[in-house]
């Protein structure tokens, strides 16, 4: 079981540039992935896509990468005399034209358009490719165990509150014949109050019992329910995405226990029910946060 909340990054340098990738996660029903990348490394896009989409599966990820050549190798940078002189020429006939003092300095130089002139080496696109993905493949394994990490914590805290629920189906149980009981009890004073002295038939009595029992007998939903127990189980211990699926079984707890709650007669099941679909809530609002 995983979060899909989770963080990871590495930083390295690989042949003269510095690699750095962050990737970070939020929760989201589906699967969105965004890749951030410097303009001269788009072409990584789909490859750092596909690399990440085979650790998640449901999530908001985003992915960053900076690329930074810490060692100036890849870049030749000239002054473009010709271009610089014209300048200087135009700003000094100028100055003279006008009477106004030269003081023009080195640093002027920067500021003029096309003084310089930046040549790129093409870039080895494959060995590029060999850097970002080592340095993407050690940021998405420490993104992955803050997830699990995460996950774990998540699954702890939805079985305690499983076995809660567990514990309070069998108290439902255990009371449930109760109340029919109590309820065969009740009819039989009711018309002995009313017919007084008149013989009371005991049949009558058992059928009107029968009747109650068979529309108040809570068997098969707890009987389900401790099927839906069963499989949350399961689910949790499988090794796949399981976020979607526990919140379908989620749902099927709360219809068996809305269930329950209309056919008890008990103030004592009615209060259980009541503890369980708050038990119930709580797990659903956990699971949002399962891959």
């Known amino acids: 079981m995983r979060s899909m909340t989770g963080f990871g990054r590495e930083r390295a340098v690989i042949d003269g540039k510095e690699y750095l990738v962050e990737i970070r996660s939020v929760n989201s029903r589906y699967c969105e992935l965004t890749v951030k990348l410097p303009r001269h490394y788009t072409y990584l896009e789909e490859k750092i896509k596909a690399q ?10 985003e992915v960053y990468l900076s690329v930074a050549d ?59 490719w060999r850097n970002v993905s080592s340095v993407c493949g050690s ?7 803050m997830r699990e990490k995460e996950g774990q914590k998540l699954k702890s805290d939805i079985l305690d509150k499983l076995s809660n629920i567990e514990a309070m189906v069998s108290q439902i149980e255990k009371l449930s ?3 029919t009981a109590a309820y065969r009890q009740r009819l039989y004073d009711k018309l002995r109050e009313i017919l007084e002295t008149a013989q009371i038939e005991e049949q009558r009595i058992l059928t009107e ?12 939903e707890t009987v389900r329910l401790r099927s839906h127990f069963k499989q949350f189980r399961e689910m949790a211990e499988s090794a796949e995405p399981v976020g979607r699926k526990l919140d379908f079984l989620v749902q099927e707890l709360n ?19 009541i503890d369980i679909k708050s038990e119930i809530e709580k797990i659903r609002e956990q699971i949002q946060n399962i891959e």
């Open 52 to 61: 990440v989409k085979g650790c998640i599966a449901r999530g908001k990820t």
């Open 70 to 128: 810490v060692e100036g190798r890849e870049t030749d940078v000239t002054v473009n005399v010709p271009v610089v002189r014209k300048y200087l020429e135009e700003m000094r006939g100028c100055s003279e034209e006008l009477g106004l003092s030269d003081n023009l300095e080195l640093s002027d130089i920067f500021r003029m358009t096309d003084a310089f002139t930046v040549v790129r080496p093409e870039a080895d696109e494959d060995a590029i």
């Open 139 to 145: 940021a998405l394994e420490r993104f992955s165990l």
């Open 177 to 179: 014949p109760e109340t």
């Open 209 to 220: 019992a029968a009747i109650f029992a068979e529309k108040t007998a809570v068997d098969e």
């Open 255 to 273: 219809r068996e226990s809305n269930t329950i709650g209309s056919k008890c007669q008990d103030i004592r099941i009615t209060r259980l029910v």
